[in-house]
């Protein structure tokens, strides 16, 4: 299969997802508009205080977690390839009454750099969930190095490469750890944030690629980036495995009488 072939149909995915998304008790919309929420304590303890800064969030999604930094006082641009997902961005900025602070660009990643016409940003910001749905991360890197002014930083917190080429129940490696040009195809109905929606999502296939640890970081250095910090958690923000725990908002931990594999990781780095 073409790669831009798997890309389409990830992105027709993608649009699928948001009506379904926007309702689920997963994204909690109507709670956080509610509550007037922040970034994640994590998220603001490693970025420091982010008033008057320019932020890009990469494959923002519906906007929750790009407009989160927006309350934060930053100035804020999200990017995603799905058209229904910048549409609804724009809309939720509205409703939390963000615009004025906010804008939002539909392009692939790979295109970032030209469809924001040249305009450099402070942060580069990823959330979980990004860059398997990327084919190539060494693009993905000269975007992000494009993105930043000299002495701006890239946050990235994303599922583990090792989490990702693991089975759904067991420790057992059934995908690649480095990067394939043959994406992996999942067929699930439902998402990650609803498995019941299964009428609007009934499994279409879906083609993720993963990327090594080492991968990814080389990839930024070789773009001119100097990693700052790299983490690597035995948690996450989602049930990935039958045994986690939920201990608090977003945060699935690893029982102490469980092996500990890293299921996510953070990672900071700053153009030279
Ligand atoms: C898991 S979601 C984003 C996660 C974000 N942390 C959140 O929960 O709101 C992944 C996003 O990546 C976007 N995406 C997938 N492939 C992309 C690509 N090639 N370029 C830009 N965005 C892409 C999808 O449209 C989707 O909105």
């Known amino acids: 299969m073409e790669i831009s072939a798997a890309v389409d149909a990830n992105r027709a995915w993608w649009d699928s997802t948001v009506s379904v998304h926007l309702r689920s008790d997963f994204y909690d919309v109507e709670g956080w508009l509610r509550q007037g929420r922040g970034p994640r304590a994590h998220e603001s303890e490693t970025l420091g205080d982010v008033a008057g800064l320019e932020l890009i969030h990469l494959q923002c999604h519906f906007g929750k977690d790009t407009l989160s930094w927006a309350r ?147 990839a930024l250095i070789s773009h001119g980036m100097r990693l700052d910090l790299l983490d690597e958690h035995d948690w996450t923000s989602f049930q990935r495995f039958p045994w986690l725990i939920e201990e608090g908002e977003e945060k699935f931990v690893t029982p102490s009488d469980h092996l500990r594999v890293p299921l996510s990781f953070t990672l900071m780095a700053t153009k030279a």
């Open 72 to 218: 934060a006082g930053a100035r804020v641009t999200g990017l995603d390839i799905s058209p229904q997902a910048i549409d609804a961005a724009a809309d939720l900025a509205e409703r939390a009454g963000l615009a004025e602070r906010a804008d939002f660009v539909c392009a692939p990643v790979d295109e970032a750099v030209t469809a924001l016409g040249g305009r450099t940003f402070d942060i580069v910001y990823v959330s979980l969930g990004a860059l398997s749905w990327l084919p190539n991360i060494d693009n993905w890197a000269r975007q992000v190095a494009g993105l930043l002014r000299p002495g701006g930083r890239i946050f990235l917190h994303d599922v583990h490469p090792l989490s990702e080429a693991l089975a759904d129940d067991d420790l057992t490696v059934i995908y690649p750890w480095f990067e394939e040009a043959r994406p992996i195809v999942d067929t699930m109905a439902g998402s990650y944030a609803d498995m019941t929606a299964t009428d609007v999502l009934p499994g279409e296939p879906t083609y993720t690629w993963n990327h090594g640890m080492g991968e990814i970081v080389q």
